[in-house]
Structure formats: structure tokens, C-alpha cells
């Protein structure tokens, strides 16, 4: 039996557009397997040094459940990790609106602006 290291595998999948898609829908899930793989813990390790149950990081990883923030700080931490969330904009949005950045000169200007009767 041949055997590969993850490091090696995911290089290759990542070439994959297929697999590159997939990844990017499933992206917490896949971080949490990737990170749980890397470091050399079963689903069953992760679970306690998190304090939760396999079952949940099997339900994760597969997919088959959305997590909530306060989970995947939960399971970040148990692997030394840290969450970030990006909000970006659709390629397709971005194209249509073609707008200049703006630059706040001011925390006034996150303020919503008073509607003017007509």
C-alpha cells in the first residue's frame, strides 16, 4: 500500500477546479479537516480537546451541517488556530458597479443619513 503524505495530496487536489470549488463552498469544514489532519488528530481527539463530541466533527467535516461562529472558535482554539471572516464582493457585482474606493475621512460618515422629506 502506497502511501501519501496530506500535504503532497492537497497540492494535488488544489489543482483540481473541480476540487477548488468544492473547497470553497465547504470552506470552514474543509479548514477544520485540513488543520484536525495536519496536526495528526482523529475527529475523536479534536472532539475533547474541544469539548464537544465526534459526531459533531464528523457532521462538520462532512458537510452535513452549517456551523455557528461560536463552534468554529470553539474548535480554532482547540487547534490553535484563529477564524477570520471575509466579506467580499461578487465578481460579477464588482464589474457592474465599477466604482472608485472611497476612503473614510471620518467615523461620521459610517453614520446612516437622514432621509430628506420630499
Known sequence: MTT???????KKQLRDPEFQAAAREQEPAY???RLRILRGLTQSQLAKLA????PSIA??????TDPDLPFL???ANALDARVEIRILSNKKTSAKLNAKPHTLRNRSELKPRKKVAA
Open 31 to 33: 479548514q477544520i479537516a
Open 51 to 54: 469539548g464537544t463530541q465526534q
Open 59 to 64: 457532521r462538520l467535516e462532512s458537510g452535513k
Open 73 to 75: 472558535r470553539q474548535l
Open 4 to 10: 501519501i503524505r496530506f500535504e503532497d495530496w492537497e
